[in-house]
Every structure is written in structure tokens, then in C-alpha cells.
């Protein structure tokens, strides 16, 4: 692609030489003998650099450098000045310029000037994407799954993460409402800035306030110093609530207040201070409920609830238990250094069966605890808590309501997972799974009907 440079320089002849100079060298060039004009053309314009003369009857280069830079600070300049005004070059690179040169420099010097900025500026473009495209592979990596709903909710997350649209994600406890909302800001152009959470239900109500808008000296006993809120650490990024179902009617009002006029008050003070802020909420109660039974603002709920996430509960998606089973004893025989263990077909078995009330949470908690106690390179049964183990005994016997996976439907969840994380690529996909792709494509051809098949025989 073609490199734009912009030259902006009283003399029409300077201007004309550095045109026909970089215009030889492959660049596109636009001049300006007006600084004024010169910086709305760069400012509606795209280039990337701009050479402007510091010396300039209508307007400095310093000038011109600051007033583009309020509008457009990602801009590169040089700075073109006399040798006797070299301090006004450095002047210009504390508020922004990449570099400079001195008048009457030679050709190589200005041409070596230019490469190296543009290198530079080329290379935190090429780091910005591959963050971005980092991002965009680590940001949904934590949500493990196969099933329907998973892929369901992934696609729903790629979706909505570039709006700034206010989300409510709702879901049972340790369902993993707050991966959800990590997911959806790492996707996010505001990925640059922070992720600030906050858990409604851990903190007082007499602290929470404080702990949101933040509050001035001695707005209340102790307050000896000022202190930012979590809104004025968001700034710039995305704010996660969750419990938001747990706050009170005062606490409501002021986010309602936030949410509509975008700025925050800190206690004590009068102030107000503008914020930029992406929110992001999470409950595990009934809100239309606490809504009809005066215990939450309609209005909030309505402005919360502007695109809703619902994550179903692990009972309801247990094609997705062999994989996070898999996942866990990875992630806890890594951690703890205890090797690999062998998982016994009987752990699919018996783990599926069980309702998992504790959802994600409760499992992860359990693989760990089993990891830990089994001693020996395969996990065994016994590693396990007896209300697990006695589900399992229970699902041998008589009628169940649940279906326990056999190995081919484990083999058929593996095999869907994997090409998940290859995003599609079958070549890649048998790679992982150590099969030819030929071995790979009979047995998607075999498993034809997908995972939705397993869901039809419960």
C-alpha cells in the first residue's frame, strides 16, 4: 500500500522539492503553504506522516502540530527548523512529533528520517493487529463447550461485543456469567482498556456507593483521602456488575442517573465527572419478578436489559461435561505438577449423571478436588464425593432421568471441540487429533447428524 505524507512549508519551493524528492522514492504527497488550511486537510484527511516546517508566518509548526494533535493525536509528524532552533523541534517532540530535522539537511538525511519513523509506525500498526487477532482467539478460549447452546451463546458474544450497547447476562450461580463478560470485552474495541468487576452482593450497601461513584476528602468518618469509584477506573473500558439484582432502591437510582446522563458524582462532592464507559450486568435472580414485586426499578431493568445473554445451566448441556472434564484435569495435573492422569471411561459416566446444581463452578471445584486426592495416574472413582458416586450408582439402576454418554459420543464431542478451536480447518483438526484427514472426514460422515443427535435420544 501506498504511504501518504503530508509537507506543509511557507516556501512553495521547498514544498515542490520534497514532493518531487518523495514522490520518486514511491510516496503520495500533498502540500500546503497555509498551516491553517493545512490542518483541517489533515485532520478529514489520512496520512501517514506529516513533514511541516516550524518557521511559518500565518502559523507555527508548533502551532499546527498542537492543534492537529487535539484532534487526531495518533498523527506522526516531523518537524523541519533551523539548527539555531533546535529547541523548538524539541519542544515539538514533547507534545507529539516522532522526530526531527534541521535546515539545510541533506537528502539521505531526511529520506532516513522518514523510513525510520514510518518503520516504526509500521510496527505498532502490525502489533495492534496481532493483539487484535490474539484477542480475538483468546477471548472466547475460556468458554469450553460443544454443545448447541455454547456455540449458540459464542456466536451471540461475536456479535454484540463491538456495540456499546448496555448487556444483561443472566444465568444461574457459577454458570460463568463473568467469562461472558471478560469474553465480550476482550472482543471489543474498548479491549485497549480496562475491565474493571465488581461483585454487588460482596460489598455493604453502606460501602458500595463509595466503592461506584468514589467519594472526596472527608465526605463521611474516615474519608482522609479522595478516592476514584470503579465507574472512574472503568473509564475508557468496560464496567461488569454482577449481582446487579442485589443492589438497593438508592443504589438503583444513581445507576439509572449514570446509565442516562453518563457522568458520576462522587460522594461529597459537587462536581460531576464524565465518563466513557461500556456496562455490562449479571444477576442469577428473576428479574421481571423483582420488578413486579417493587424490589427493582422497571426503568433500570429496561435500560439493563437492552440486549439480554442467557447462559443455560450445566444440567441442560451436558455435551459439554466430557470436554470440561478434560479441560479441568489438564488445567489441575498442570498446576499442581502431578503429571497426566488417565480419565476411566466410568468418570464420563458417572460425572454426566449428576445435576450439578453448582453448574461450571461446582464441577471445576470437584475435578480438583479429585485431582489432588487420587494418588495414582488414572482417576478413579473413589477421588470423588459420595453424593457423586451414589448418583452414579443410582443411574446404573432402573429408570434415570439422564442419559450417560458412551465413548463414541465422547469421541464425537472431542472431535467437534477440536475442530471448534481449529475454527473449521479440517486439515488442522485431524493434525490435533493425530488422524489422517481422510480418517477424519469418515468420521464426521459417521457423526453426519452432529451432537444434536445425542440431544433427540434423551
Known amino acids: 500500500m501506498t504511504r501518504r505524507i503530508f509537507i506543509v512549508d511557507d516556501e512553495e519551493s521547498m514544498c515542490n522539492f520534497m514532493a518531487i524528492m518523495l514522490q520518486k522514492e514511491g510516496y503520495e504527497v500533498e502540500t500546503s503553504t497555509d498551516g491553517r488550511q493545512a490542518v483541517d486537510r489533515i485532520c478529514n484527511g489520512s496520512y501517514d506522516l506529516v513533514i511541516t516546517d516550524m518557521m511559518m508566518p500565518e502559523m507555527s509548526g508548533l502551532e499546527l502540530l498542537g492543534q492537529v494533535k487535539k484532534r487526531k493525536t495518533e498523527q506522526d509528524f516531523i518537524v523541519m527548523t533551523a539548527f539555531a532552533s533546535v529547541e523548538s523541534a524539541i519542544e515539538a517532540m514533547k507534545i507529539g512529533a516522532a522526530d526531527y530535522v534541521t535546515k539545510p539537511f541533506k537528502i539521505d538525511e531526511i529520506k532516513l528520517t522518514i523510513d525510520k519513523v ?28 460443544v454443545s448447541e447452546s455454547i456455540m449458540k451463546l459464542k456466536e451471540m458474544i461475536r456479535q454484540v461485543a463491538k456495540a456499546d450497547s448496555t448487556i444483561l447476562i443472566r444465568g444461574e450461580s457459577g454458570t460463568g456469567k463473568d467469562l461472558v463478560a471478560r469474553a465480550i470485552h476482550t472482543l471489543s474495541d474498548r479491549n485497549d482498556g480496562r475491565l474493571v468487576s465488581i461483585n454487588c452482593a460482596a460489598i455493604p450497601e453502606t460501602l458500595l456507593e463509595s466503592e461506584l461513584f468514589g467519594h472526596g476528602k472527608g465526605a463521611f468518618t474516615g474519608a482522609i483521602s479522595s478516592k476514584d469509584g470503579h465507574f472512574k477506573a472503568a473509564d475508557g473500558g468496560t464496567f461488569f456488575l454482577d449481582e446487579i439484582g442485589d443492589t438497593s432502591p438508592s443504589i438503583q437510582v444513581k445507576l439509572l442517573r449514570v446509565i442516562e446522563e453518563k457522568r458520576i458524582t462522587p460522594i461529597g ?11 455490562i450486568t449479571a444477576t442469577n435472580a428473576n428479574l421481571e419478578q423483582e420488578v413486579q414485586e417493587g424490589r427493582f426499578r422497571a426503568d433500570l431493568f429496561y435500560r439493563l436489559n437492552v440486549i439480554p445473554i442467557v447462559i443455560d445451566p450445566l444440567r441442560d448441556r451436558t455435551d459439554d461435561i466430557p470436554i470440561l472434564i478434560d479441560h479441568f484435569v489438564e488445567k489441575f495435573c498442570r498446576r499442581h505438577n502431578l503429571g497426566t492422569k488417565v480419565i476411566q471411561p466410568e468418570i464420563y459416566n458417572m460425572l454426566a449423571a449428576y445435576s450439578w446444581p453448582g453448574n461450571v463452578r461446582e464441577l471445576e471445584n470437584t475435578i480438583e478436588r479429585a485431582v489432588l486426592l487420587n494418588k495414582g495416574t488414572k482417576l478413579e472413582s473413589d477421588a470423588f464425593p459420595d453424593i457423586i458416586i451414589k448418583g452414579k450408582s443410582d443411574s446404573l439402576v432402573g429408570p434415570t432421568d439422564h442419559k450417560t454418554p458412551s ?24 493434525r490435533t487429533l493425530g488422524i489422517d484427514t481422510s480418517t477424519l472426514y469418515r468420521k464426521l460422515e459417521k457423526y453426519k447428524s452432529g451432537l444434536n443427535s445425542n440431544k433427540k435420544d434423551k
Open 118 to 145: 514510518l518503520s516504526h509506525n509500521r510496527i505498532i500498526g502490525e502489533n495492534i493487529t496481532l493483539r487484535k487477532q490474539l484477542a480475538q482467539v483468546q477471548g472466547l478460549d475460556s468458554i469450553i463447550g
Open 269 to 279: 462532592e459537587t462536581q460531576p465527572i464524565d465518563i466513557d464507559v461500556r456496562l
Open 407 to 430: 465413548l463414541e459420543f465422547i469421541e464425537k464431542a472431542y472431535i467437534h471441540w477440536v475442530l471448534d478451536q481449529s475454527e473449521g480447518n479440517k486439515s488442522k483438526a485431524a
